[in-house]
């Protein structure tokens, strides 16, 4: 899970475009959004590595999992506006936050 969210943080700097298209309208500043969520990511999953931190990480992933829901959301919606051969995807990373959610959740 450490992994997981350490590569996603990295992906965020090295390649914000996609993370920035998915951030909704209504957010401003969606680049800086995008570096502070990959901020997070990277802390909270070097955090999981450690018994001291896991517990505050876990609960910081959680968090940052139900503030970036709107943009997976937002993400789906857009996709299916599109009619994009690829929305499934979309659509399946909706409930794969829970999924996501309650695999932090094990670590609290």
Do not use: D
Request: contains cysteine; charged residues 15%; aromatic residues 18%.
């Amino acid at each position: 899970m450490s992994a997981l969210y350490c590569i996603a943080g990295i992906l965020h700097f090295v390649k914000p475009k996609p993370y920035i298209k998915i951030v909704p309208r209504y957010i401003p500043y969606p680049k800086l959004m995008v570096y502070i969520s990959g901020l997070f990511e990277l802390i909270f999953g070097i955090g999981l590595l450690f018994e001291v931190t896991q517990s505050f990480s876990a609960v910081g992933l959680i968090l940052l999992l139900i503030a970036v829901f709107p943009a997976n959301i937002y993400m789906a919606k857009r996709m299916h506006e599109k009619k994009s051969k690829n929305r499934w995807i979309a659509f399946i990373r909706l409930p794969l936050q829970f999924l996501l959610i309650y695999w932090a959740y094990l670590f609290v």
